[in-house]
């Protein structure tokens, strides 16, 4: 093993200059950029095991995975929901989708105007930059297949540094013609645009590459990027081991308790807890689930919650769990073809199609629609976003929700009644395979806001999981929204302004269902159907002022403590009209550039 991989018996430091938490997607990535100059010691502590997972695909739940469970969800018939995160070195970076993506202009400004202050550095062209560091284009499109399909792509939204140590974004050479037809008749319909690609701020059709190694199309992920091979003399790696609370001095955070994870497991001496001192900083990377339950434990939350689990109050910032948000999702919509579309001959020139047992095969060509409110619901979507402006804020929180957090979500509200109204704001993001007149659009912005919390039923909160409730459909508009996107899809392949509508069956809808043909009962049926989550939690440790109940600054600094930050999803105001990985190697690029600034 390299040896700066550690085990429990090896000589640990007692002091480290950086100890991050978490050895995950942003945590191996802040650990390199802070370790890379030789100039500081960096400790990264991973629960996980150093597992490889570089066969694509989404592998090895639930052995690389938690065993979590969401609270009963109130708003969706009481049912409850696995909470499926990564937990193994690359942290859910190895165990995702690989979908690369990044949000729209307007998402990413929203995070600036959230700041409260003129000009913040956090807004599109930021991200923008800081994913030019994180994600190198590695696979272009093949010409061949590029043509045949139409992808389109736009080289200078990417980093072009081709050594090992990076991210890579590669296109698939795996290409079914079945979709060129389907793709055709989608892109004249009413309200879908057709930009270069999806890095360039707007949204509509276009083909997304994955985070995959270029030559052999194994996943590319935060352990191959930043943690393979580097063996730095100043960077230790420490899987299998907890973090149970971070340890302050007064008000500095000092160092972090340590456990291993397997019970049978001592550190050198015999003991089963020590503490591991910082000199500079503790840098949370436990991911949105993991990093709010982390801080109440260390006494950094809800001064109520924590003083009724008898932890000593070392700062009181009710935003640590809350303001919970997640891309939400429900089963395909399904129809029959009444005849398939014809599919065209493949080019005998194109690359073969690779064989099902080979990485190259999994994911298919990428083709994905994402769309705004205007296009999705062209009659509603003024009314929705004036049901919006005239909500009272504190009826969609829980009961006793703090002020501060009351003003912070008052300020989502009017800046999302406003992008509402924006084509750019994408609501639903549909994947297109042509296989089938069959698709599950997903959620991508939510009005109702969940929690983390220190499950207080528990004897012991340090022994059990969070307690995560996603408070799905407390606003019920997001219940109205996701309505509003079945109707549109059904027109995709009903109405007779479709050209899909010549190929396919519309007495053959069989989910929903043709007796869903109300909205009243559309919102029963979801209710019963959707998941509040694909996994994509972001927003508990929020990047917003702390009088708008946020918990980190401009610069990721946890309010009312020293030396302690936050650098992955949690830091996320709201969610982005994207899948999140990309963004949030970019956050923790540009997170590792502050911290250095203030070394
Ligand atoms: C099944 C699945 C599919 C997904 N698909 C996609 C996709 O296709 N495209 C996309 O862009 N995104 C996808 N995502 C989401 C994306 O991967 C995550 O948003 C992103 O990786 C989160 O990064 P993070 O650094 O915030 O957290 P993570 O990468 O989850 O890292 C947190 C790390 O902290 C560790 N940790 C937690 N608690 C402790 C503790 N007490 N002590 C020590 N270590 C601890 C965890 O084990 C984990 O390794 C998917 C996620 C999942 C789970």
């Known amino acids: 093993r390299p040896w700066s991989l550690l085990s429990h018996q090896d000589n640990i430091r007692e002091t480290y200059d ?7 997607t942003a945590g191996l990535t802040v650990a390199d950029r802070l370790s890379e100059s030789g100039r500081y010691t960096v400790l990264a502590v991973e629960y996980g095991f150093l597992t490889k997972t570089d066969i694509p695909g989404v592998p090895n739940f639930p052995t690389n995975g938690y065993n979590i469970t969401s609270a009963p969800q109130r708003w969706l018939n009481n049912r409850t929901f696995p909470i499926l995160l990564g937990c193994v070195v690359g942290g859910s970076s190895a165990v995702n989708a690989q979908a690369l993506q990044r949000g729209t202009t307007i998402d990413y400004n929203i995070w600036g105007e959230l700041s409260g202050v003129r000009n913040s550095h956090w807004n599109f062209d930021t991200i923008q930059h800081y994913i030019r560091k994180a994600i190198q284009l590695g696979g272009p499109p093949h010409p061949g297949i590029a043509a045949a399909y139409n992808i389109s792509y736009e080289p200078s939204n990417y980093g072009h540094n081709t050594t090992k140590h990076s991210i890579f974004a590669t296109y698939s050479i795996r290409h079914t013609p079945a979709v060129i037809p389907v793709y055709n008749a989608i892109k004249n319909y009413q309200g879908v645009d057709v930009p270069i690609d999806g890095t360039v701020g707007t949204n509509g059709l276009f083909w997304i590459p994955r985070s995959m190694d270029p030559v052999t199309f194994n996943r590319s992920y935060s352990r191959t990027g930043h943690w393979d091979d580097l063996n ?22 000092h160092g972090v308790e340590i456990t291993p994870r397997l019970p049978s497991v001592t550190f050198k001496g015999g003991q089963r807890k020590i503490t591991i001192k910082a000199r500079k900083e503790i840098i949370m990377a436990a991911g949105a689930i993991h990093t709010p339950h982390i801080l109440q434990l260390s006494g950094v939350g809800p001064a109520d919650l924590l003083k009724k689990a008898k932890i000593p109050v070392v700062v009181d910032l009710p935003g640590v769990g809350a303001n919970l948000q997640d891309h939400a999702h429900h089963p395909n919509i399904v129809y029959n073809w009444s005849s398939p579309p014809p599919i065209p001959a493949t080019d005998p020139t194109l690359p073969p199609i690779p064989p099902p047992s080979s990485p190259e095969f999994l994911f298919g060509p990428g083709l994905v629609l994402l769309q705004g409110l205007p296009s999705l619901s062209p009659t509603r ?19 006793g929700t703090h002020p501060t957090l009351i003003a912070g979500y008052a300020q989502q509200q009017k800046l999302y009644s406003q992008a509402m109204l924006r084509k750019e704001f994408s609501f639903s993001i549909a994947a297109i395979t042509g296989s089938a007149p069959t698709t599950g659009p997903q959620l991508m912005h939510t009005f109702s806001r969940g929690f ?12 059990s999981p969070p307690v995560v409730d996603y408070r799905f459909g407390s606003n019920p508009l997001d219940i109205d929204i996701v309505v509003e996107n079945i109707k549109y899809f059904r027109g995709w392949y009903t109405s007779p302004f479709s050209q899909l509508s010549r190929y396919v069956d519309p007495l053959s809808e069989s989910v929903p269902g043709r007796q869903y043909d109300t909205d009243e009962k559309l919102r029963e049926w979801v209710r019963n159907n959707l998941w509040p989550s694909v996994f994509h939690p972001v927003g508990t440790a929020a990047k917003m002022p702390r009088d708008w109940g946020g918990v980190v600054d401009e610069e990721l600094r946890v309010y009312g403590v020293k ?28 997170a590792a550039d502050l911290i250095k600034a203030r070394a």
């Not at 100043?234 to 340890?247: D, I």
């Not at 979507?381 to 009961?399: C, I, R, V």
């Not at 650098?567 to 970019?586: E, H, K, M, N, R």
């Open 18 to 24: 950086y100890i991050v938490v978490g050895g995950g």
């Open 563 to 590: 030396r302690l930050s936050v650098v992955d999803t949690s830091v996320f105001p709201t969610l982005i009209g994207a899948t999140t990985s990309l963004t949030v190697y970019a956050v923790a690029e540009k």
């Open 232 to 253: 730095r003399k100043n960077y230790h790696l420490l899987p299998g081991t907890k973090v149970r609370r971070v340890v302050f001095k007064g008000k500095a955070a």
């Open 452 to 463: 983390v919390s220190l499950n207080l039923s528990h004897p012991d909160p340090f022994d």
């Open 381 to 399: 979507y003024k009314s929705l976003s004036a049901n919006l402006s005239a909500q009272s804020p504190s009826m969609y929180l829980p009961p």
